[in-house]
């Protein structure tokens, strides 16, 4: 069998821009180091591709969620600068935490069991200090086996910390409580927004992720952010309609003249959501080209009235800058990021 063919679809990533953002988070956490939350595949990105270039770049610490998004990962960085932001479910994954040298954020005391039974090396803990999702209550600081582990970094997650909030310093006075319950080697409060809410919410390390890829949770970051992914879609087909023809699913769009459109081959499928139909834009350098009618499952039909010289097999990107995308479909800047579709070529 010959190669099997390429899709037309692939996802353009500034790997410059990544680093650049990560470098530009490391130095607003002041004494603190900026790890990388690369949870879900980097946020749909490319979790291997992401920690090869930030771990070249200095980032030492990286967070998944689960113990098998780390498995590709090892071998890029070292396995115990990995942490499990979702802990052991059971002793079989604490056993297999361990045997892969990975810290386990350890949320619960029967987690916390688990990992002690297993052997209790070092680990993290996560306390939940008002955001109420997963995390040691400040009563389970007193637990026999939590007091029993050797803890890293002593984690919590702020709730709000995009917001002008009486929440953020809430939740900072009762982690400051909880360093001071707990022994452990390093703190680290702030995500991406967290950060930019100044030194006491810094300890020692930082979380970032949103922003690492490009997205901006406050405007304290605008300006310093840059973008990092951009869908690109190959043109199947180029066609010339008249006035009065009607364009996709249920003829949501009709043409006011003639024009000649062009069908770019992504869609709702690959996470380009019908969310955009109406409202995308896609470009081929700096023309113009929105799409028009319904977004398909795995089409999306453009106005090439920009553009009247492109062909099939020609490529052309989506605008797809996260503030802006997120104001124009209602999706947040993470869903946009994370249900970029697994079709995509990563490059
Ligand atoms: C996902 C996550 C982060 C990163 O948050 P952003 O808002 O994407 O910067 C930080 N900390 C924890 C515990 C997380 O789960």
Known sequence: MPPTPDLPLRLALDEGALVANWRALNRLSGDAAAGAAVKADAYGLGAVRAVRALAAAGCADVFVAWAGEAEPLLGLIEPSRIAVLHGPRDEGEARWIAAAGLRPVINTPSQARSWIAVGGGLCDVMVDTGINRIGLGLADLGDDAVRALKVDVLHSHLACAEEDSPHNAEQLGRWQHARGALPHARAALANSAGITLGAPYHGDLTRPGLALYGGIPCSALAGTIAQVARPE?????????????????NGRFTATEAMRIGVAGIGYADGYLRAWSGKG????????????????????????????DLKEGDWVAADYDLPAASAATGLTQYELLTVLGGRFARR
């Open 281 to 308: 834009l896609f470009r081929h350098g700096e023309r113009a080209l929105p799409a028009i009618g319904t977004v398909s499952m795995d089409m999306t039909v453009l106005d090439l009235r920009a553009a009247p």
């Open 233 to 249: 879609a190959a043109l199947l087909q180029v066609r010339d309609i008249a006035a009065g023809e009607r364009v996709g699913y």
